[in-house]
């Protein structure tokens, strides 16, 4: 039978502007503020945490499995598990799912699912600077941002654009955004 799952609690970093007050903080960071964040709010021992799912799309430059280095810097057990997750816009989502399969299989009693991004700490590319330019220009520099989530790599176009589609498609208005906004920062600080 699987175990019934619960979220005990939540908490979320401000969304700073790109390049804004927020810019000097990494992914791993704002993770480790939100999670201390979250054990705080749930009123749990930090020592009972058994395993931390990262959710991040844009992970050039950051440390290889972002969710181990949040785990140790929130100093949660040194033997509990961590792993990260890329699957775009839903990384966190399904970082989300990941763990509760855990926690319903009966391979942990309590994680953490933690979303990271920052895009004003996303490099700029040289993918052949490693092997060096010897006698030519170079190559052009590449945005690890448009490369690595905001351009469909199929498709070809922004991201801003397929949004655009599916508003005029459903006819989801402006306001009607704002106001889906507005109710989700509401739902947060609640």
């Known amino acids: 039978m699987l175990r019934e799952v619960v979220i005990a ?32 709010k749930a ?17 050039a430059g950051a440390p290889g499995n972002s969710a181990r280095h949040i785990a140790l810097g929130a100093e949660l057990p040194v033997d509990s598990f961590a792993f990260t ?6 990384s966190s989502m399904r970082a989300s799912e990941l763990l509760a399969q855990e926690i319903m299989l009966g391979k942990i009693d309590i994680g953490a699912a933690v979303g990271i991004e920052s895009m004003s700490n996303a490099p700029y590319l040289l993918f052949g600077a490693r092997r060096g330019y010897r006698l030519s220009d170079g190559e052009k520099i590449q945005d690890s941002l448009m490369i690595g989530g905001l351009v469909d790599a ?31 920062h509401q739902r947060a600080c609640a």
């Open 9 to 40: 609690s939540g908490a979320r970093t401000a969304i700073g502007d790109y390049m804004g007050s927020l810019s000097n903080m990494t992914p791993v960071k704002l993770g480790v503020t939100a999670l201390n964040a979250a054990i705080a």
């Open 154 to 184: 199929l498709l070809g176009y922004h991201m801003g654009v397929t949004a655009d589609n599916i508003a005029d498609l459903y006819k989801i208005s402006r306001q009607e955004q704002d106001e889906w906004a507005l109710m989700s």
């Open 85 to 90: 997750v890329h699957q775009q816009c839903p």
């Open 43 to 59: 009123g749990i021992d930090k020592n009972l945490v058994q395993e931390v799912v990262a959710g991040q799309c844009n992970q």
